[in-house]
């Protein structure tokens, strides 16, 4: 139960709450109002009825030809809003507008490969590993750092338009590219 | 040859980029023997010359460039950055203009002028550029900019008063002209169909607004697009089309699976307006002979607040039946107050029945119709059913074991009357007989429990109360501490949050200062614990403040990696008065630096915002623009901003020795502060708050009243004041500041107040010396020469503004003119 609108760009002065925390960064003024000047539609804030912000995500639409997706740049919820449904709410949002509104093939996203509960939380959505992309990420500062902390799982779902369900690969796990060949 | 040439000024771009500017300037020099007139090689020179800290060769050779009214590409983008390094922003502007006069069909120079207008805020010649450029070229989209720009200008948007011109109407007109003047629709996107219900709304034409709406490709939108349907939903309500927003709403929830909050609310909202809309066309039907002043049960309270955020501007929920055409009653709304009331109860049942507790949407539902009921029937003197409470505790029943639900409540609570209380706080006193601390969801009841009990208190709290209280948390505490890993946030930490409210308030009312160290204690034992609680570090840093213990809340607030816009919303924690604590005398200068980090927003603010305004123009996306706009001059003009600057101004008197030149130029600086409109960005919020009803942690813990635009305004004054008597300058400020009303101190300490008394007494005393004129003021500082030489004096390493780089770096627009007179060059 929240408020789901549109993430604007005085939401910059409203989101600490949910920035404070570890695993959140918070990038330059130009990182955000990027996102919004192009895909104002895949920017989602789920806000809480007296106002306080609950979580956010950020997405773009990007790629050639059958790679014509919607991406998921961030996703993130307060502490204290966790477990309320609220990212599958906004995963929900924005594969619905990446299909009506963008027609893509499929949305995905990265996550770190030691990020398990994310990946399990994905997997419980309809995401499957599609390639891991090495050495995608920096050591985090208070991890060991290791594999599976600097690689990225790229993630797929595949939408209605992809009746070929070209996005997902039972092997994903199994294939590696650099980074270089990421894009 | 265009790579040849590219090789050729490689060397350049080279030198520049890794800062050897020397070495950059001696290739130019090279190249330029050879070619002495190749324009982008000489470009780079004033560029170089510039970095170099030449300024005089620099603007000696980029007014000679621009003199020859270059078209080049790459030239006029090299000349952009000299003029920006140079502060002649407006210059900017001109010489694309030139440049597109000399080559009328170069499309790409005519929106690179466009661009340059939008950088510097100058709606109208952008409109009136896109305009020729749709004219010339024949693309929408240049079409649309000067619709955006007509709009712009008619917002006076980051004008120094914003809001709605006198010749809006006039502009609007125009831009609505345009749209439908236009050979593409507007629905052809959601920011174009954005922009035109924008111009609509704004003139008021709502019934056409509404038609486009109701459209089949408007509906479309409404439903792919949440900045449209936000718009739609403001445009429904002052139209008074709350029937149409009810059904709509109802329609959506029973049978689209919307959950959307928004949704509930306006539901209800319009159901009640629904409800009133068919009471006062009744009553005008029954009795239309009646006097106009007997409105006795008709309207409801003024209390009758709206919690949809839409709903709060226009005329939103204010249904006249005498302006509004009378809408016939919807087929699929009943008529009776009663039976449309029941309809909203049984369907949030309905929905709170299907979802379970997988959703908490329409079981809160239940809670908000209950309160807008009681609203009503309040102001109808019905006395009051008990269903509020019995709502509470099944809510409680329901999701006690989410963090969440003592905020879901607490608005209802709020509006509980004192024998209901005293039934909810037997409740609750049930349960926190039968706390228990050792699963997670036991755990989180208990510290809802907790937390609602001390929102709901009704009597006077006396120390012994708060003494207990904190006791009990504490030892829930310890009960409930597990051993978890040092990354991941414990769940008990709320509890010591408890305590510590709990022992802030003992302090507050006995002032004895063992309470704070009690919760320091708390909060710094539960930090070790919990190393990436940010709430428990908020509220030891402002303790420490308030003990003077200003080194641990520096450290504090340092681990928490408060960055970029964050410094402008949170950098209060640590400096609000933070000159009291500045050691800089003694060589720490923590503070000072503390300052400077925080003021760097501004500069990343006036140098990249204006990119973003302008690729939200190329990607058309208007929906951002005045959002755009409005979130950069927020932050130029930001409250924060010059009390830091204030703050660091304050710091440096006491180490730095004054340097006579740059006096002028931070008087004019401060001048200019004093003619800001400030928005306040402060984040107060983020500071954790258990408190009974209608008290403040944030207030408690506040040091010293918290700062407004008051204080700024007598502060600033004051320095303004002195700054004057030192340049032997006239100033506007007012010489006499025993005139300022009590209600201007009243965001003073007594200490600021007796300061302020301090410098009157000081003014008087000295004897005011024979007043110069600006120039030669700036003359005698220098102790030298003519005023145009004092140009080069910029306020070195002072200055007040402390993220100032160097002098030629300042903000665009907005920036305080030069004190000199303009710089003569050439001419
Ligand atoms: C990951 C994150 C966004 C999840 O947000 P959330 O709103 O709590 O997630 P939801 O409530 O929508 O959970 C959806 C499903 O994910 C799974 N899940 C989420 N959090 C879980 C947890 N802590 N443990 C186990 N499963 C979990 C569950 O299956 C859950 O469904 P369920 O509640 O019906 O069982 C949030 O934890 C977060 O912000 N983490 C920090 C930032 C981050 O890691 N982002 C992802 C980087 S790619």
Redesign the interface.
């Known amino acids: ?6 993430f ?3 939401d ?3 989101f ?2 949910v ?4 695993w959140t960064e ?5 990182f955000y ?2 996102y ?3 895909w ?2 895949l920017c ?1 804030v789920q806000e ?5 912000m609950m979580g956010y995500v950020i997405g773009k639409a990007e790629g050639h030809g059958q790679e014509w997706h919607g991406h998921v740049t961030a996703i993130t919820v307060a ?3 966790r ?3 609220l990212a599958r ?1 906004m995963m929900d949002e924005l594969e619905r ?1 990446s299909t ?2 963008y027609n893509g093939y499929f949305v995905d996203l990265y996550v770190r490969c030691a990020n398990v509960l994310a990946i399990n939380m994905y997997e419980g959505m309809g995401y499957s590993v599609y390639r891991r992309v090495a050495q995608y990420y920096s050591k985090l500062p ?1 991890e060991k750092g290791g594999r599976d902390q600097e690689d990225a799982f790229d993630m797929r779902k595949p939408l209605p338009r992809d009746t070929m369900r070209r996005s997902v690969r039972p092997n994903g796990r199994e294939i590696i590219i650099s980074r270089d060949q990421a894009p | 040859m265009v790579d040849q040439e590219q090789r050729k000024l490689k060397p350049i771009y080279d030198a520049l980029d890794s800062g050897s500017y020397k070495a950059a300037i001696q290739t130019c020099n090279k190249l330029l023997k050879k070619q002495p007139q190749h324009e982008t090689i000489r470009a780079l020179k004033s560029l170089a010359l510039l970095r170099a800290n030449k300024a005089e060769e620099a603007i000696q050779l980029c007014d000679e460039i621009l003199a020859s009214k270059p078209t080049d590409d790459t030239v006029l983008g090299i000349m952009q950055h000299v003029l920006k390094h140079l502060d002649r922003t407006p210059e900017i502007t001109a010489m694309f203009e030139d440049a597109f006069k000399k080559q009328p069909g170069n499309e790409e120079l005519g929106a690179q002028t466009f661009m340059s207008h939008i950088r510097v805020g100058s709606w109208k010649s952008a409109q009136l550029i896109a305009l020729k450029l749709f004219k010339s070229f024949k693309q929408p989209k240049y079409l649309f900019w000067s619709i955006m720009s007509a709009v712009l200008q008619a917002q006076n948007a980051g004008g120094v008063n914003p809001g709605m011109t006198d010749n809006a109407p006039i502009l609007l007109n125009l831009a609505l002209r345009m749209v439908t003047s236009s050979p593409i629709p507007s629905y052809v996107s ?2 174009h169909f954005y922009l035109h219900l924008t111009i609509l709304k704004t003139l008021d034409k709502l019934d056409e607004a509404y038609e486009h709406i109701q459209s089949e490709r408007g509906k479309r939108l409404c439903e ?4 449209v349907d ?1 718009l739609r939903r403001e445009i429904f309500l002052a139209k008074g089309a709350c029937r149409e927003e009810a059904v709509l709403c109802g329609e959506r929830l029973s049978k689209k699976g919307d ?4 949704t509930f ?1 306006s539901l209800i909202d319009s159901t009640f307006d629904v409800i009133k809309l068919n009471e006062s066309q009744s009553k005008c039907e029954t009795d239309s002979v009646a006097p106009a002043t007997d409105s006795e049960g008709a309207g409801p309270p003024p209390s009758e607040a709206k ?1 949809t ?1 839409s709903s709060t501007e226009g005329n939103g929920g204010e249904v006249d039946p005498e302006l509004t055409p009378k809408p016939t009653p919807h087929p699929e709304l009943p008529l009776e107050p009663q039976a449309l009331i029941d309809g909203l109860r049984e369907l949030f049942e309905r929905l709170a029945k299907e979802d379970g507790l ?4 329409g ?2 539902a239940s809670l908000q119709l209950e309160k807008r009921v009681r609203i009503r029937e309040e102001g109808q003197g019905k006395s009051v059913p008990d269903t509020l409470v019995s709502l509470l505790k099944q809510y409680f029943n329901n999701f006690s074991d ?3 639900c003592f ?2 409540l ?2 209802y609570v709020a509006s509980l009357q004192e024998r209901e209380l005293t039934s909810w706080l037997g409740f609750l006193k049930e349960q926190a007989d039968a706390c228990d601390f050792s699963t997670p969801a036991g755990l989180a009841r208990s510290i809802n429990v907790f937390k609602l009990q001390r929102f709901s208190s009704t009597s006077r709290r006396t120390e012994a109360d708060e003494q207990t209280d904190a006791a009990t948390y504490l030892k829930a505490y310890f009960e409930a501490l597990p051993d978890l890993s ?2 991941d ?1 414990q769940p008990a930490d709320d509890l010591a949050i408890l305590a510590a409210n709990g022992l802030v308030s003992a302090w507050v009312i006995t002032r004895k200062e063992t309470y704070l160290h009690q919760a320091l204690v708390v909060l710094e034992c539960a930090s070790s614990k919990s190393k ?1 609680n ?1 709430q428990l570090r908020i509220l030891a840093v402002r303790i420490y403040r308030l003990l003077a213990a200003n080194g641990p809340a520096l450290s504090h607030y340092r681990t ?1 990696d ?5 410094t ?3 950098s209060h924690l640590i400096l609000s008065r933070g000159s009291t604590y500045s050691l800089a005398p003694v060589g720490d200068v923590g503070m000072t630096q503390e300052c400077i980090t925080a003021s760097d ?1 501004y500069n ?2 006036s140098s ?2 204006a ?2 305004i302008i ?2 123009f ?2 058309e ?1 208007y ?2 623009i005045t ?2 706009v ?2 950069e001059d ?1 932050l130029d003009n930001s409250l924060q901003r010059d009390l830091t600057r204030l703050e660091y101004v304050r710091m440096k008197f006491t180490t730095e020795k004054l340097e006579p030149e740059a006096l002028l130029l931070e008087l004019q600086e401060l001048e200019f502060v004093l003619e800001k409109m400030h928005h306040d ?1 402060r ?1 107060f ?2 500071i954790p708050n258990y408190q009974p009803r209608g008290q403040s942690l944030a207030d408690q813990t506040s040091m010293g009243v918290v700062r407004g635009f008051q204080w700024l305004t007598v502060f600033l004054q004051l320095y303004i004041r002195a700054y004057a008597r030192a340049c032997r300058v006239e100033t506007s400020v007012a010489s006499d500041m025993n005139t300022f009303l009590s209600g201007w101190l009243s965001e003073m300490t007594e200490d600021e107040k007796t300061f302020l008394k301090f410098s009157q007494i000081l003014h008087e005393w000295i004897p005011c010396p024979p007043l110069l004129s600006r120039e030669a003021a700036m003359a005698a500082l220098t102790g030298t020469a003519t005023p145009s030489d004092a140009t080069a004096a910029p306020a070195q390493n002072g200055g007040v503004d402390p993220a100032a780089k160097t002098n030629g770096d300042q903000e665009r627009k907005q920036s305080p003119p030069p004190p000199h007179v303009k710089q003569d060059g050439s001419g």
């Open positions: 139960m929240s408020v789901l609108r549109p604007k760009a005085d910059l002065f409203k600490n709450n920035n404070l925390d570890l918070t990038y330059s003024i130009s109002l990027n919004l000047a192009r104002p539609d989602l809480a009825p007296n106002g306080k502490p204290e809003y477990r309320l449904g709410k507008i009506e509104v208070h | 959601p920011d792919t697009s949440l900045v936000e959950r959307n909050w928004i609310l919690e955020p997988k959703e908490r949407g079981h809160l989410k963090t969440c905020e879901d607490k608005t040092e990354t946030l990436q940010y928490m408060v960055k970029q816009v964050q402008d919303t949170l927003i990343q603010n990249d915002t990119d973003m690729k939200a190329q990607f996306k929906s951002q959002e755009f409005e979130f927020r960005n984040d919020a983020v």
